[in-house]
């Protein structure tokens, strides 16, 4: 299986940047996703690295490092509507299909 | 179009009671997962459905939990004689295939309180 590892809550002001790290162990890699879940909803998808490097879209990016088993959710020009949980997540080894999720970081945007 | 849809929202039950949960999932997605969320914690795996094959049930944390999807489309998790642990958020998402990268669609799950 996988150990994932990101933290648990962070804050930041209304317009700024946040950087949410996860770093995960797994014997075997296809691929790290992020997702964001509102309190109370369902979680939906953000993004998704294969390959190492930054992926960019709109105001989030995902980076990835596959030799040092880390990524990070870069979230700019921080709105309000933002706040939310966001889950790291690996596909278990032996299947594409199953997901290994990381506890989630809350982040709370304050004015 | 319609998204996942899942049923009831909301359940309260009695300890040692059986529960089903229902799980619609968007049309021609022939990926079904079913994972649940206990308070604080990340989503754990339960079991997956991929078209025709048999189901991974490899997340299953007891042989009280079963799961079935009837024509490659509804799906229904049952949790027989339930406890307190079980106590959580059960979420249902489907994708449109299993192999490969794809995104899981996930449903608005149902909050599962064992008294």
């Known amino acids: 299986g996988q150990n994932i590892d990101q933290p648990t809550e962070m804050t930041a002001t209304e317009g700024a940047i946040v950087q949410i790290n996860c770093t995960y162990q797994t014997s075997g890699f296809n691929g790290l996703f992020w997702y964001q879940q509102h309190a109370g909803e369902a979680p939906t998808f953000l993004s998704y690295?294969?390959?190492?490097g930054l992926e960019e879209k709109g105001r989030f990016s995902s980076f990835l490092s596959r030799s040092k088993g880390y990524s990070y959710l870069l979230l700019k020009e921080l709105q309000m509507k933002d706040s939310a949980s966001y889950l790291c997540a690996v596909p278990l080894s032996d299947s594409w299909g199953k997901l290994q999720f990381g506890a989630g970081t809350q982040v709370v945007v304050t004015p | 179009g319609a998204g996942v849809s899942q049923s009831p929202s909301n359940k309260v039950t009695e300890k040692g009671k059986d529960v089903e949960l229902r799980c619609d999932p968007i049309s021609g997605h022939t990926a079904l997962y079913w994972y649940r969320q206990s308070l604080g914690q990340g989503l754990e795996f339960l079991i997956y459905f991929q078209g025709n094959s048999a189901p991974d049930k490899s997340g299953l944390p007891s042989d009280r939990f079963s799961a079935e999807r009837t024509g490659g489309s509804v799906s229904t998790l049952t949790i027989q004689r339930t406890q307190q642990e079980d106590s959580a958020v059960y979420l249902c998402?489907?994708?449109?295939?299993?192999?490969?990268?794809?995104?899981?669609?996930f449903g608005p799950g149902t909050r599962l309180t064992v008294l």
């Open positions: 690295n294969v390959l190492d």
């Open positions: 998402a489907s994708s449109p295939k299993g192999q490969g990268y794809n995104e899981q669609f």
